[in-house]
């Protein structure tokens, strides 16, 4: 088994050298976007690293003699020089090899790593900075993983089923992702080790305080401590506050929106139950109305909750705007032509259970996205983030554009909204904190939101 490393600007260049270096039938194991470079975080080159592994096959030895080539060979690998991990699955080939006739040879397992500037590194199995108990763990483990491929025999009329292919290249990738897991453990807990400056470490605390996942908390610490190092260590706490905050705002500059734009007429409001969406539309159109100056109507399709409908014709009355109530598209259509005179239409939908993608398609079947429309999706901070991440997947598959924070009075934790913005391309528009209408709503912008991460008052 050969498996290399790729770093690239592109998939095609790196098709190319995975075909060069490790044949056709070679397999791409997993491809990563890297940022490379830059400064403070800025001017970052993006590269794309691509593992591909091959099974390297020996052929048989000719039973003519060939004269041997000028060029002194390199002397042969010993059964004594094979790290013991590995000599079971050597003797094992051995056997098989002798039933057949074949000549005994020796079976060296090597794990080959390259990017696309260096050539191919062999990766030892001793390394200084893991300890001897750690590296008996992964001597046993890839020893068992060895010992459990099939054995290689000459080529038979029933060769193996493409199916049985799949199966051994899926153990594989699961290995070698395991075996990358417990190497990432161990070089987090080697890190850990070293000693932070105290801002950075404050920073550190905060980020475990909010529950921003741990991979994004490492990128962060990372990039301030490798130009805390590259400037000689020498930087104050406040400077290193002001590094820090540029680090969240070049994080935030893509996943803020600028709430309903003044070309929108129509806004598609949708979330589960209980996040406070009548209450948040409520508050929307009472922003619109006093600060755009805008006539609002209102449209509900939330006919499953009791007294739902009352909800919002109770602020519909409060705010003197129209009011219809639709079931299907067909109602939808008319109910749109009934409010053709206003500015903008807010939409309310009904909470139902949107980890199950069937309610999503259905309840999208009332949408008719457009240019002059907007999807706002409603998520409440007090939420699972494995939850929050299920239903914003299946909508997203629905032209889902931005976020509406809610219940931010409820929870002292901003991390939910860091960690969903960093795995979907969204954006965050607005926040409520409070159930009094319209005062509770706030428009997101980069200083808030960085201003609640760090503890910090506006």
């Known amino acids: 088994m050969r498996v290399k490393r790729y770093?690239?600007?592109?998939?095609?260049?790196?098709?190319?050298?995975?075909?060069?270096?490790?044949?056709?039938?070679?397999?791409?194991?997993?491809?990563?976007?890297?940022?490379i470079g830059g400064f403070l975080g800025m001017f970052q080159k993006k590269k794309i690293e691509v593992i591909a592994a091959s099974e390297s096959t020996e052929k048989v030895a000719p039973k003519v003699e060939m004269k041997r080539p000028s060029v002194p060979a390199s002397p042969p690998i010993t059964r004594q020089a094979i790290p013991q991990a590995y000599r079971k699955s050597s003797e094992m080939m051995s056997n098989s090899s002798s039933a057949i006739g074949l000549k005994e040879r020796p079976v060296v397992a090597s794990l080959e790593m390259s990017t696309a500037s260096e050539g191919v590194v062999q990766v030892s199995r001793a390394s200084p900075t893991v300890d001897n108990t750690q590296q008996q763990m992964l001597d046993e483990r890839l020893s068992l993983f060895l010992?459990?491929?099939?054995?290689?025999?000459?080529?038979?009329?029933?060769?193996?089923?493409?199916?049985?292919?799949?199966?051994?290249?899926?153990?594989?990738?699961?290995?070698?992702?395991?075996?990358?897991?417990?190497?990432?453990?161990?070089?987090?807990?080697?890190?850990?080790?070293?000693?932070?400056?105290?801002?950075?470490?404050?920073?550190?605390?905060?980020l475990q305080s909010h529950e921003i996942l741990p991979e994004l908390a490492d990128e962060w610490i990372e990039a301030v401590y490798n130009e805390w190092v590259a400037l000689d260590q020498k930087l104050t706490d406040e400077e290193l506050n002001k590094l820090i905050r540029i680090k969240v705002g070049s994080f935030l500059s893509d996943n803020i929106g600028a709430g309903i734009s003044e070309q929108t007429k129509i806004v598609y409001i949708a979330g589960p139950t209980g996040v406070g969406k009548t209450t948040t539309i409520a508050k929307l159109a009472a922003d619109q109305i006093f600060r755009a100056h805008k006539k609002v109507g209102f449209i509900t399709a939330d006919t499953y909750r009791i007294s739902a409908?009352?909800?919002?014709?109770?602020?519909?009355?409060?705010?003197?705007?129209?009011?219809?109530?639709?079931?299907?598209?067909?109602?939808?259509?008319?109910?749109?032509?009934?409010?053709?005179?206003?500015?903008?239409?807010?939409?309310?939908t009904a909470g139902r259970n949107y980890l199950n993608e069937l309610f999503v398609a259905e309840l999208h079947s009332l949408f008719s996205p457009s240019e002059q429309s907007e999807t706002y999706l409603v998520l409440s901070l007090t939420s699972k983030i494995q939850d929050m991440k299920r239903i914003t997947e299946n909508f997203s598959r629905h032209g889902l554009q931005k976020v509406i924070f809610t219940k931010l009075d409820?929870?002292?934790?901003?991390?939910?909204?860091?960690?969903?913005?960093?795995?979907?391309?969204l954006k965050a528009s607005y926040i409520t904190n409070g159930q009094n209408v319209p005062d509770d709503l706030l428009s997101v912008d980069l200083k808030m939101l960085t201003n609640l991460l760090l503890d910090e008052k506006s």
Do not use: W
């Not at 260049?13 to 995975?18: C, E, L, P, T």
């Open 7 to 35: 770093i690239v600007d592109t998939m095609p260049d790196a098709m190319q050298k995975i075909r060069g270096e490790l044949g056709s039938d070679a397999v791409i194991l997993s491809t990563k976007e890297l940022r």
């Open 147 to 206: 010992d459990s491929q099939p054995k290689e025999t000459v080529p038979s009329a029933t060769a193996a089923p493409h199916l049985h292919r799949e199966t051994k290249e899926d153990r594989l990738f699961e290995e070698i992702q395991q075996m990358k897991s417990m190497m990432s453990k161990l070089a987090r807990q080697q890190e850990g080790v070293r000693e932070l400056p105290a801002a950075l470490s404050v920073f550190q605390e905060q």
């Open 309 to 348: 409908i009352e909800q919002l014709r109770t602020y519909a009355s409060i705010l003197n705007v129209p009011l219809e109530v639709v079931q299907s598209p067909g109602d939808m259509q008319r109910a749109r032509q009934r409010l053709a005179g206003c500015d903008l239409i807010l939409m309310d």
């Open 410 to 425: 409820e929870t002292e934790s901003i991390g939910p909204l860091y960690n969903l913005l960093n795995e979907f391309p």
